[in-house]
């Protein structure tokens, strides 16, 4: 407990007791020692915050519980824990991902190595059960310009450093984190991909899940660029037209 921090993880979690301890094995056996897991309980329902607290009590790293009066939703939980974030890297890991033990490592070393300030990783999409579904395979990089064609950044892969996020926050909106990492990629040349042997991400593709519902992730995408972006309608009609073919391909199994 007495190490120093490098990385903040956040998590928020709402009515998580059926994932959350599988995500909280995955930071226990992480090779990598120095960093702080701040979970956002946000007005949970469930077993949630009583499951964190065991976690707390046998952990052997830095749990920091923040409960919610209310439920505020992703965005609002994420700033929170923002605010309180003490690392040099900030990642962001739901309550139903997780990751293998090497991710947090690997990434740091090539963080520190290669002097950047915001990487990501390829990553895989399991069921509720933990489940192979598929790879999802990224680019070696993307700037700005990359990403308004699509996202490319999977959130529980990205490591920021705290210096780049300054004072930003995620604002509530569909693809909240999509519109985090364009406001990132205004301040900084480009993201970089981490190479591993094999993704070391699980994203967890259920039912339920927003981002699944393809009509509305596309309406909000079309709102990001007129209403949050201001692009005009020609430009948005073209970066459009590109998510909209990747999006197809994505998602082609």
Excluded at 70 to 83: F, H, I, W
Aim: glycine share 4%; proline share 1%.
């Amino acid at each position: 407990m007495g190490l120093n921090i490098d990385i903040s993880v956040i998590t928020p979690a709402y009515n998580a007791e059926k994932f959350i301890t599988r995500t909280y094995n995955s930071l226990k056996n992480q090779k990598f020692k120095k960093f702080e897991w701040i979970i956002i309980n946000d007005a949970s329902n469930d077993r949630t915050e009583e499951l964190i607290k065991e976690f707390i009590t046998e952990a052997h790293f830095k749990i920091i519980l923040i409960n919610n009066i209310e439920n505020v939703g992703v965005a609002k939980s994420r700033n929170n824990g923002l605010d309180l974030a003490t690392g040099e890297y900030i990642c962001f890991l739901d309550a139903d991902d997780f990751w293998s033990e090497e991710k947090l490592l690997l990434q740091f070393q090539y963080m520190n190595e290669n002097k950047c300030s915001i990487s990501y990783m390829d990553y895989r999409h399991v069921d509720d059960k933990g489940e192979f579904i598929k790879d999802i395979i990224s680019p070696i990089e993307c700037n700005r310009n990359h990403l308004l064609k699509s996202n490319c950044i999977g959130t529980l892969t990205c490591m920021v450093s705290k210096e780049l996020i300054k004072d930003r926050r995620f604002i509530k909106h569909g693809h909240e984190d999509y519109i985090f990492w364009l406001e990132l990629l205004s301040s900084t040349e480009k993201a970089v991909k981490v190479i591993t042997e094999k993704p070391l991400c699980n994203y967890t593709i259920s039912k339920n899940s927003l981002s699944g519902k393809k009509i509305k992730s596309a309406q909000w995408q079309w709102k990001i660029y007129r209403n949050i972006l201001q692009i005009n309608l020609i430009k948005s009609c073209y970066y459009f037209t590109h998510y909209a073919i990747k999006g197809l391909l994505k998602h082609k199994i």
